[in-house]
């Protein structure tokens, strides 16, 4: 799991760390702003205690993303590549395109592994609410179901993949005593995968990131299909950045929400 030629890390100095920062945070809140409505439209009622726990998860998931930017440097990761070549003034023109490919071919990689354990999860923790599901996956619901497609890839690629990643492979470079670039430690990068992967599907079920409270089962996230979505994810980020990783969740959800409310019109 090593960044590739074209994953262009940041030079170690970065000239807008706070106007980066503040543009991260920005996306996080406008995808939370995009999650709600969806959330609002199916999501269950949701008891003070729940709301407050949601909240604490998520503050302690915000705080990684400034800590991440403070060792992403040192670790050598590719971090947010296009934000750092635009703020720096530099041209995009000529990534987006292979991000794109790369995005879409990661997004097929998530379908092949996630899909045939989704039986196994559902013997595990069992099914979601039927009434709740239909009324998320309805034809009218469409429209709110790709915006919350969009939200959740800015928001939890950020919190999970640049910061949640990134200060985990830190704290195992320190840890291991490791100091500089960890690029060529695969063991240190797929420790800190598994575990932030684990967390993302052990957070799903608990709280979905919205406040809606779902089944919670330590063995149920190690095979639920949102855990092994998330070790692809993580990988598109140490190995190519963080837009790579935003592109191939939405693309990821969105083709899972298009298929999954249109193929009962298409073909009853």
């Given at each position: 799991?090593?960044?590739?030629?074209?994953?262009?890390?940041?030079?170690?100095?970065?000239?807008?760390?706070?106007?980066?920062?503040?543009?991260?945070?920005?996306?996080?809140?406008?995808?939370?702003?995009?999650?709600?409505?969806?959330?609002?439209?199916?999501?269950?009622?949701?008891?003070?205690?729940?709301?407050?726990?949601?909240?604490?998860?998520?503050?302690?998931?915000?705080?990684?993303?400034?800590?991440?930017?403070?060792?992403?440097?040192?670790?050598?990761?590719?971090?947010?590549?296009?934000?750092?070549?635009?703020?720096?003034?530099?041209?995009?023109?000529?990534?987006?395109?292979?991000?794109?490919?790369?995005?879409?071919?990661?997004?097929?990689?998530?379908?092949?592994?996630?899909?045939?354990?989704?039986?196994?999860?559902?013997?595990?923790?069992?099914?979601?609410?039927?009434?709740?599901?239909?009324?998320?996956?309805?034809?009218?619901?469409?429209?709110?179901?790709?915006?919350?497609?969009?939200?959740?890839?800015?928001?939890?690629e950020i919190m999970f993949r640049l910061g949640l990643l990134s200060v985990?492979?830190?704290?195992?470079?320190?840890?291991?005593?490791?100091?500089?670039?960890?690029?060529?430690?695969?063991?240190?990068?797929?420790?800190?995968n598994l575990a932030q992967a684990y967390l993302f599907g052990l957070m799903?079920?608990?709280?979905?990131?919205?406040?809606?409270?779902?089944?919670f089962s330590m063995l149920g996230a190690l095979v639920d299909p949102r855990?092994?979505?998330?070790?692809?994810?993580?990988?598109?980020?140490?190995?190519?950045?963080?837009?790579?990783?935003?592109?191939?969740?939405?693309?990821?959800?969105?083709?899972?929400?298009?298929?999954?409310?249109?193929?009962?019109?298409?073909?009853?």
């Open positions: 799991m090593e960044p590739s030629p074209q994953a262009e890390a940041a030079p170690p100095r970065r000239r807008y760390p706070r106007l980066k920062l503040a543009i991260l945070i920005g996306a996080i809140v406008a995808g939370q702003a995009m999650v709600i409505p969806v959330a609002r439209y199916a999501g269950p009622r949701v008891s003070t205690r729940d709301a407050q726990i949601a909240l604490v998860v998520v503050s302690i998931l915000l705080a990684t993303v400034p800590l991440s930017l403070a060792v992403i440097p040192d670790l050598g990761l590719p971090g947010a590549v296009l934000l750092d070549r635009m703020l720096g003034r530099q041209t995009v023109r000529g990534k987006i395109r292979p991000l794109l490919v790369r995005a879409v071919v990661l997004a097929l990689v998530s379908f092949a592994v996630s899909f045939p354990i989704l039986p196994l999860r559902l013997r595990v923790v069992g099914g979601p609410d039927q009434a709740r599901l239909s009324r998320v996956l309805a034809p009218r619901a469409l429209g709110l179901t790709m915006l919350s497609g969009v939200g959740a890839g800015l928001q939890e985990f492979i830190w704290i195992l470079a320190r840890t291991a005593r490791i100091r500089g670039p960890v690029t060529d430690r695969r063991a240190i990068l797929w420790i800190a799903h079920q608990a709280l979905a990131l919205t406040g809606s409270v779902g089944n855990t092994v979505v998330a070790i692809v994810f993580g990988y598109a980020a140490i190995r190519y950045g963080l837009e790579t990783a935003i592109a191939t969740h939405v693309l990821f959800d969105e083709s899972i929400f298009v298929a999954a409310t249109l193929w009962p019109l298409l073909f009853r």
